[in-house]
């Protein structure tokens, strides 16, 4: 069953422009991760945010959570070309275990 | 360098000829998953790898088998591969819970 579902499902966008993607869960988790994928690739992550933490930035990207609304936003700020790819939003529960649900996630492109 | 491996890349195959897609990282992280991404569904998880012979069902286990007999290796069967099995599959590992998840490239796999 899928958990995280990303919003919107696909995102056009300027060079320059922020990219803000959004992602709703529904049981508790125990942290939240972002993955970029290039079209057919391999997945490449981006950052874990824990169910303790707020808000984590690395670099142009800045994730927060607010785990009462089961819900986390990733942002790109100052996009590029080079950040034309699918995000994934993907969460592991907070029951232990290794299970790890993936949403559908966000078709974002970036215009030259 | 620290990669996660997976054999064959591409592989086109009958219904009910039995397969392997092989797995392998250099990490020596403990847990291991696979994972299966379709359009529009993003990745769901098959079965994952708590460490050696520590096995356990992700949300699509159905028609696959996975052994752990070593750390570094984490092969996928497929029994009687059936047409709803054509899509493209991702091995990953983490050192735990709360660590990322590094990706391999992926094999794409059509069954006809």
């Known amino acids: 069953s899928q958990q995280g579902e990303e919003d919107p499902q696909a995102l056009s966008i300027q060079e320059g422009e922020n990219a803000t993607m959004n992602c709703s869960y529904k049981?508790?988790?125990?942290?939240l991760q972002w993955y970029r994928q290039n079209s057919g690739r391999g997945l490449v992550h981006l950052i874990l945010i824990r169910s303790n933490e707020r808000e984590k930035h690395s670099g142009r990207l800045r994730v927060t959570l607010d785990t009462s609304k089961k819900s986390s936003s990733l942002l790109i700020t100052a996009s590029r070309a080079a950040d034309t790819a699918s995000y994934f939003c993907?969460?592991?529960?907070?029951?232990?275990?290794?299970?790890?649900?993936f949403g559908a996630g966000t078709r974002l492109f970036v215009k030259a | 360098e620290a990669q996660v491996t997976q054999n064959p890349r591409y592989l086109i195959t009958v219904t009910g000829k039995k397969l392997t897609v092989t797995c392998s990282q250099n990490?020596?992280?403990?847990?291991m998953s696979w994972y299966r991404q379709d359009p529009g569904l993003g990745l769901r998880q098959i079965y994952y790898?708590?460490?050696?012979?520590?096995?356990d069902k992700g949300d699509v286990p159905e028609g696959y088998k996975v052994s752990r007999k070593e750390k570094r290796n984490f092969p996928l069967i497929l029994e009687s591969p059936s047409p709803n099995q054509t899509s493209l599959y991702f091995c990953?590992?983490?050192?735990?819970?709360?660590?990322?998840?590094?990706f391999g490239p992926g094999t794409r796999l059509t069954v006809l």
């Open positions: 990953a590992s983490r050192q735990g819970q709360d660590n990322e998840q590094f």
């Open positions: 049981t508790s988790i125990n942290n």
């Open positions: 990490m020596n992280h403990e847990y």
């Open positions: 790898s708590m460490n050696v012979e520590v096995t």
């Open positions: 993907a969460t592991g529960p907070n029951t232990g275990g290794f299970k790890t649900i």
